[in-house]
Structure formats: C-alpha cells, structure tokens
C-alpha cells in the first residue's frame, strides 16, 4: 500500500468523482483510477461502487478512508516537525475569513503577525461560509473560520466561541442606540440577510419562524458593506454578529439592539482539511487569530448580550 494510493483514495472519496479527484491531485483520471484498482486488488475488496453518476464508497470504502486521513495526518505531523526542527519557521499562511472578522478582527492580528514574523507571508481570502468550506476541503485554504453549517467531506472542526447576534437599524430610527429589542413586538419587519448557503441564515430563519417575528420583506444581500450602507440610509434593518459591529458602539453610523427573549447567539468554528494538520507557520497564525476572536467575543457578550444589558435595567430601577 503506498502513501500515493492513499491520497488517492482520501480524495476520491471525499469529491465522490474520479474526475475531479485526479484534478484535486494534479493526477491523469486514467493514473488515479489505475491505483485505486490496484489498492481494491491488493486489499481484495471493492472500495467504491462505480456509476454514470458518480462514485459511491463501499463500507470497506468507509473504513479505510477514516484509516488513511489518520495516517495522512500523522504523516503531516512528521513533515511538520522535521521543518521546524531543521529551520527557522517559514512559508505561506493562505487562511479564509468571513467579512465578520475582516471588518474588526483581522488587522490587529496582521498588524502583530507582521511584525513578530517578518519571514511568514499571510494570504486572506474574504468569502462567505459555503465558498470558504469548498475551499478549506479542496486544500486552497490552509484554514478558515466560519459558523458551524452542514458537514463537508474532508473537514473537520474545532469550536473556537459563541457570540451575539445583534439587531441594526438606521441612526434616525426613535428607538435609543444599544437599546435592547424584542422582535416579536416590532413593526414587520425589512430585513436584509444573507443568502441561503451562508451558515447563519438558517439559524436566523429558525428564529424568526419560531418566535413569530413579523416580516415585510426580506431581501438577500450576500454583500456585507452594501448591507451596512443599505441599512444606514434606510428603513431596511439586519441582523449582524457582534464582531462585525464592534465599530458601531461607540461612534455608530447605525443603531445597535441586542435581541432579547430569547437572545441569539452564533458560534465559530475553526475548520481544516481533515487528512493535513497545520504547518508551523499556519499554527502560528491560528494561535493568534483564535487568541483575538475570543478578546472580541468576550467584549460582545459583555457589551451587546441581552443578558449584560438586562442586569443594567435591573440596577438602574
């Protein structure tokens, strides 16, 4: 059984075609298939059933391919230590963030990351969730961090935090800024959210479902600062992640509301292909940008949670 063959067999399984794993692989479609028939031979059973429409693993196919991640992984573990025990830390760091994070998140940790390590390069790929998963699972991306969605093949995860969901309206409205809101008791609402492959609108659908929220319209905007400009000059209102409106507490160009009865919250996860583990300088970047979304989340909860500003209300009566 050879390394190759494995890898072969990772990605085969992972993009459910002998096509667009020998792409994946930089391999000829009739060279990865010729290996994967010699692994099935030497190991004597069928690892995939074979269609017009695809490919479909076997559960010998299942089995073996949570073998070989592992084995993937350790061997990544090994190249990994042998470079940072042979040289100082180098390479390229390719990460994907959310406009969440790029917005009031990302510099202070590129600002650091530069100046501590002048010899690493960090490329950033701002994307939604959906775009970033496809990403980290065909190997572009070293990691990403986005809110949990529906499992990928090829990833797996790693729960960073949880913060608030926060409701924004436009500085003219009557109601006070940082006020909190009951939605169920609003006006229906004009809503401007993100399309349904991003992560968090399913949840936020969930929530306006479940607790009767009055709608007017919604209108899906995939485009985070045209809904910040959309939702400053308008009667249009949005439902946002608090790291993404840090900047708007203080000197607000929109109104924030933290939501109550219930609150809303949004997790993160940090998410990488399942058969690599990070390089050295991909770790160090993780570490630092890990480090700032829980500094960030934490500043969240305490400034924008329903709860921090119900106990406010309690100690003001």
Same mark, same amino acid.
């Given at each position: 059984?050879?390394?190759?063959? &494995?890898?072969?067999?990772?990605?085969?399984?992972?993009?459910?075609?002998?096509?667009?794993?020998?792409?994946?692989?930089?391999?000829?479609?009739?060279?990865?298939?010729?290996?994967?028939?010699?692994?099935?031979?030497?190991?004597?059973?069928?690892?995939?059933?074979?269609?017009?429409?695809?490919?479909?693993?076997?559960?010998?196919?299942?089995?073996?391919?949570?073998?070989?991640?592992q084995i993937l992984r350790q061997v990544s573990a090994i190249q990994n230590d042998l470079e940072a025990h042979s040289c100082d830390v180098s390479g390229t760091v390719h990460v994907g963030m959310m406009p969440t994070f790029t917005r009031a998140v990302l510099a202070p940790v590129l600002d650091r990351f530069a100046r501590q390590y002048p010899h690493l390069e960090v490329k950033v790929t701002e994307a939604y969730s959906a775009v970033l998963s496809g990403e980290v699972a065909s190997g572009n991306l070293d990691f990403a961090i986005v809110p949990p969605g529906r499992d990928i093949a090829g990833i797996r995860a790693e729960h960073l935090d949880t913060?608030?969901?926060?409701?924004?309206?436009?500085?003219?409205?009557?109601?006070?800024?940082?006020?909190?809101?009951?939605?169920?008791?609003?006006?229906?609402?004009?809503?401007?959210?993100?399309?349904?492959?991003?992560?968090?609108?399913?949840?936020?659908?969930?929530?306006?479902?479940?607790?009767?929220?009055?709608?007017?319209?919604?209108?899906?905007?995939?485009?985070?600062?045209?809904?910040?400009?959309?939702?400053?000059?308008?009667?249009?209102?949005?439902?946002?992640?608090?790291?993404?409106?840090?900047?708007?507490?203080?000197?607000?160009?929109?109104? &924030?509301?933290?939501?109550?009865?219930?609150? &809303?919250?949004?997790?993160?996860?940090?998410?990488?292909?399942?058969?690599?583990?990070?390089?050295?300088?991909?770790?160090?970047?993780?570490?630092?940008?890990?480090?700032?979304?829980?500094?960030?989340?934490?500043?969240?909860?305490?400034?924008?949670?329903?709860?921090?500003?119900?106990?406010?209300?309690?100690?003001?009566?």
């Open positions: 059984m050879k390394l190759r063959q &494995l890898q072969f067999l990772v990605a085969v399984y992972e993009d459910r075609s002998f096509t667009a794993a020998a792409r994946r692989s930089n391999a000829t479609q009739s060279g990865l298939s010729m290996q994967i028939k010699d692994l099935e031979e030497r190991l004597g059973v069928r690892l995939f059933d074979r269609s017009s429409t695809g490919v479909i693993p076997t559960s010998a196919g299942e089995r073996l391919y949570r073998r070989a991640t913060d608030v969901e926060v409701f924004v309206t436009s500085p003219d409205t009557a109601r006070r800024h940082l006020e909190p809101i009951d939605l169920s008791k609003c006006e229906p609402l004009k809503l401007a959210l993100p399309g349904p492959s991003n992560a968090r609108r399913e949840k936020i659908d969930t929530y306006l479902k479940t607790y009767g929220i009055p709608i007017d319209t919604i209108m899906e905007l995939d485009a985070m600062m045209a809904t910040l400009d959309l939702v400053s000059r308008s009667d249009w209102t949005t439902i946002l992640p608090g790291c993404l409106c840090l900047p708007d507490i203080d000197q607000p160009k929109r109104k &924030l509301h933290p939501i109550v009865r219930p609150p &809303l919250a949004v997790d993160y996860i940090l998410i990488e292909p399942v058969s690599q583990i990070l390089s050295p300088a991909a770790q160090l970047f993780s570490d630092e940008i890990k480090s700032q979304i829980h500094k960030i989340c934490a500043i969240c909860r305490n400034n924008l949670g329903a709860v921090s500003f119900a106990a406010a209300e309690l100690e003001d009566a």
